[in-house]
DNA sequence: TCAAAAGTGTTCTGCCTACACCCATGA
DNA sequence: TCATGGGTGTAGGCAGAACACTTTTGA
């Protein structure tokens, strides 16, 4: 064998309703028809996989509004789908809580803790993209891509909590995003809430980017000259 | 295009006198005549992109002993390569720093930070090998899979050193990696040098699976009961 | 004046680095 | 007994978690 089909997918995370949820779509027809599964669809004879993969959100679930997108791994058991071999490259991608995209009737958002029944091997897809999450929340200024352009430290914890799955101190928060010159005031302060407290002050990212803010923990160079 | 080539390539690492190196093969034909490139072939129709890469590096270059193969990347540019589409995915491979794989008379080993010409996108695959390598080997126990079976902390510094890109405290690699329960002594001693010298005690990896040893360095959950 | 919510000060702990010092061997 | 390399003790620093305390608002 030398060609083979190939498609792009997508684990399309966002924090809503305090949860994080994934983008799936039901499937119509058999294989598997009921079953629900990523966006996605063959690669273009003109695209790389990363532009496809943005290209096909945009199509057919008219999600437009990626904060970011990475690669996560390629899946290529034989038997992966049924018929004609297929091999897929799994992408990771993210849209800020305050996003509300336009979604086909067969579309809909769940959690990733509590997945429908999921086509092929899309299950393990979603587990890998929630793990990479939740990994990269801690070594680098990711939060950026979940969250709205500008924030109060509270309703980013509660983005926070929500992608990695347990309480965050909202205190701790605060001090580990600003010592890593993640976090910059915007000046402007939020209304207090009906029952009164004093207003928090809002926030943005000072980066909308991606990079690595802590980059090894250990066996780090050493500062001796010479 | 729904059809297309799928080729699997793998940066094979090895630490050899004092250097990180990585296995190239010359190119033999147009395109590219005489370039250096990566060890890989064409993915076969009944195995998933791990079994091939292991079968084309056991049969081309005759490297058996790999102690860690784990997935990098797929690259996918459309003109990557001259001719029909070929995707690629590209792995890390370790071989272990005792072992001196007979390989084919057109390869050879190249430090990474002195590559020669090499063909098509494989310069930027070798720095990703590298530099998955070098984060892994901070928040993993994977200096298993480059170092022998046993070993004394001294020769053990050597490899880290090579392989990180800068020198290594033998104290602190033995506290940070014992900390960890990674290392175990075997309760030999290796026999002093020449010009005398106490004799190191000789010591060997806990573990030659690969695994997480610190997880998250921030953020991580919160210990309060209730 | 009180409750509620936001934000700061402070302590504690654990991990890592650096470096001084002690140990075991061959000549 | 001295040089050489191996190994341990220990101090300092830093980052994060936890929690007490202060600040600012609405009622």
Redesign the pocket.
């Given at each position: 064998m030398d060609r083979l089909g190939h498609e792009v997918l997508a684990a399309v995370l966002q924090v809503r309703s305090w949860s994080l949820q994934v983008l799936l779509w039901q499937r119509a027809k058999e294989p598997q028809a009921g079953h629900w599964s990523l966006p996605g669809g063959q690669l273009g004879a003109t695209e790389d996989v990363e532009a496809s993969v943005r290209r096909q959100l945009a199509e057919k679930v008219d999600v437009r509004q990626l904060s970011h997108v990475e690669q996560l791994q390629v899946f290529s058991a034989p038997n992966r789908m049924p018929g004609a071999r297929v091999l897929a490259t799994a992408f990771l991608g993210l849209v800020p809580s305050d996003n509300d995209p336009e979604i086909p009737a067969d579309t809909r958002w769940f959690p990733v803790d509590a997945l429908p029944a999921t086509a092929f091997d899309h299950h393990a897809i979603v587990l890998r993209a929630r793990d990479r999450l939740r990994s990269k929340l801690s070594y680098t200024n990711l939060g950026f891509a979940l969250a709205p352009p500008s924030f109060?430290?509270?309703e980013l914890r509660e983005i926070y909590a929500a992608a990695l799955g347990h309480r965050v101190?909202a205190?701790?928060l605060?001090r580990?995003l600003s010592?890593r010159g993640q976090l910059e005031p915007t000046g402007q302060t939020a209304v207090?809430?009906?029952?009164?407290?004093?207003?928090?002050?809002v926030f943005r990212f000072t980066c909308r980017d991606m990079f690595i803010t802590?980059p090894f923990?250990?066996?780090?160079p050493?500062?001796?000259r010479r």
């Open positions: 109060t430290i509270s101190s205190t701790n605060q580990v010592r207090s809430g009906p029952a009164g407290g004093r207003p928090a002050a802590d923990a250990v066996l780090r050493p500062t001796t």
